[in-house]
């Protein structure tokens, strides 16, 4: 009987930090997207009271174009791999490549397009007020 408890305590935490990760889903993300986000962590900050620090691995598949959308806190960007091409209000278009980072100011809209044979896989931290979502489709 003490197997079967524990068992069910293991199964019932690991669905409990499975669904951790799936807060605030994004919004420029669907199911046809061929952008996947990947939330690695979110951490309450400290030194910011009232925001998260999030971690996300995203992939963008080979030949695809994300959703045009903003995120309502800043993001921090570096380029693992994959070529794209990215646009961002205000700016010129840039091409990225392995190694590459950037920044993306909070509410501005954006979007990449992958140009390569692989996909493009990016680490990005969100500083973003606690409750507000990832990302929201931008016209």
Do not use: C, W
């Not at 952008?35 to 620090?53: E, I, S």
């Not at 794209?84 to 993306?104: C, E, K, N, V």
Request: no cysteine.
């Amino acid at each position: 009987m003490r197997v079967r408890a524990a068992l069910v305590a293991v199964v019932t935490l690991a669905a409990i930090a499975g669904s951790a990760g799936a807060q605030n889903p994004p919004a420029a993300q669907t199911a046809a997207s061929p952008l996947k986000r990947t939330v690695l962590q979110t951490k309450a900050l400290a030194t910011v009271p009232g925001h998260d620090g999030i971690t996300v691995l995203a992939e963008l598949a080979v030949g695809g174009t994300a959703p045009r959308h903003t995120h309502p806190g800043e993001e921090l960007v570096y380029v693992l791999d994959g070529t794209a091409t990215f646009d961002m209000a205000g700016q010129p278009t840039i091409s990225l490549r392995p190694g590459d980072a950037f920044f993306i100011p909070a509410n501005t809209p954006h979007v990449a397009k992958n140009t390569g044979t692989v996909p493009v896989r990016l680490l990005s931290t969100y500083i973003i007020e606690t409750g507000k979502p990832l990302a929201m489709p931008a016209p």
